[in-house]
């Protein structure tokens, strides 16, 4: 399977700052998606996109489908927003058979 | 409340003895996943089913059983644990929206295998 990348790998940053964390990805796709796992926690959906911006509270989602790649944004960012970020996407012609992940983005918002 | 439920959340076993791990979703999804999660590797797909009595092969099937015998259960069997098999695994579901498949995943099971 093609693979999805994810960059920073790690990222430390203070309250309020602005975070961007970004996924490229090889071929065609039907979906991407972000995910939220916090530490020793579950695996939450924050967005599900094929195209344009997504936005829910303090998070932005955009994909650009001719670039094949995506960036997840956090506004004002918060200690609860600590947590390991993946993207996942769906290549073309995939079901729900063909998630692919990246290795994820491990964010640290200090106080 | 719509949710996917895994148990045991923490296991820890011996290699060869058999075990399985639960997975139920309460939302009529048709689409099932497991996965598993390791340092380094992230997440990878073990085995998916796409409807009842339809189940295939994902990324790393080797080691692994499993059935979907109702809609809303989705087993994952280990006949044989072996240490390597020693990871958190995850269930999902999944129903077909307007942009594709939109993932719910289960707490997660931590297995140990000595």
């Known amino acids: 399977k093609n693979e999805v990348e994810q960059s920073p790998q790690n990222l430390t940053a203070q309250e309020g700052e602005f975070i961007t964390i970004n996924c490229s990805y090889s071929?065609?796709?039907?979906?991407l998606h972000w995910l939220q796992q916090h530490p020793g926690g579950g695996i939450v959906s924050l967005f599900m996109?094929?195209?344009g911006k997504k936005k829910h509270g303090r998070l932005i989602a955009t994909i650009n489908i001719q670039e094949k790649h995506s960036s997840l944004h956090i506004t004002a960012s918060h200690p609860r927003d600590s947590a390991v970020y993946i993207c996942a996407v769906t290549y073309s012609g995939g079901g729900a058979d063909g998630l692919t992940f990246g290795k994820g983005t491990h964010l640290i918002i200090q106080p | 409340e719509a949710q996917v439920t895994q148990n045991p959340r923490y296991l820890i076993t011996v290699t060869g003895k058999k075990l399985t791990v639960t997975c139920s979703q309460n939302?009529?999804?048709?689409?099932m996943s497991w996965y598993r999660q390791d340092p380094g590797l992230g997440l990878r797909q073990i085995y998916y089913s796409m409807n009842v009595e339809v189940t295939d092969k994902g990324d790393v099937p080797e080691g692994y059983k499993v059935s979907r015998k109702e809609k809303r259960n989705f087993p994952l069997i280990l006949e044989s644990p072996s240490p390597n098999q020693t990871s958190l695994y995850f269930c999902?579901?999944?129903?077909?929206?307007?942009?594709?498949?939109?993932?719910?995943f289960g707490p997660g099971t931590r297995l140990t295998v000595t």
């Open positions: 071929v065609g796709i039907s979906a």
């Open positions: 939302m009529n999804h048709e689409y």
């Open positions: 999902a579901s999944s129903f077909s929206g307007r942009e594709g498949y939109e993932q719910y």
């Open positions: 996109l094929s195209s």
